[in-house]
Nanobody
Framework: QVQLVESGGGLVQAGGSLRLSCVASGLTFRNSAMGWFRQAPGKEREFVAGISWSGMGDYADSVKGRFTISRDNAKNTVYMQMNSLKPEDTAVYYC???????????????????WGQGTQVTVSS
């Protein structure tokens, strides 16, 4: 049974930082592309960042230069360091696992196979 468990969310002031973690089990993590998505109230789920099995990152324009995705295959964990947070970053953040070939999933939520339950990030102004 595949499980993705996110942590690290919380309440932070604008300009602050948070580090999200997602621990995976039940899958061959080192062979999985991983992604972070977010969903704000009343909005569709959107791509935030993704990382290939080899560690190459990909980012939405809205977070480039502020967020950094990384992975530790020995710990079956993907991270997202979020700096210079803005109120518009407020959302539930989801971790997702996809196919080994990142290009088969990329920014498309529907191409990821497994999802976590999400962690709330709230940025106050």
């Amino acid at each position: 049974q595949v499980q993705l468990v996110e942590s690290g969310g919380g309440l932070v002031q604008a300009g602050g930082s948070l580090r999200l973690s997602c621990v995976a089990s039940g899958l061959t993590f080192r062979n999985s592309a991983m992604g972070w998505f977010r969903q704000a109230p009343g909005k569709e789920r959107e791509f935030v960042a993704g990382i290939s099995w080899s560690g190459m990152g990909d980012y939405a324009d809205s977070v480039k230069g502020r967020f950094t995705i990384s992975r530790d295959n020995a710990k079956n964990t993907v991270y997202m360091q979020m700096n210079s947070l803005k109120p518009e970053d407020t959302a539930v953040y989801y971790c997702a696992a996809g196919p080994r070939d990142y290009g088969l999933a990329g920014t498309r939520a529907g191409k990821y196979d497994y999802w976590g339950q999400g962690t709330q990030v709230t940025v106050s102004s």
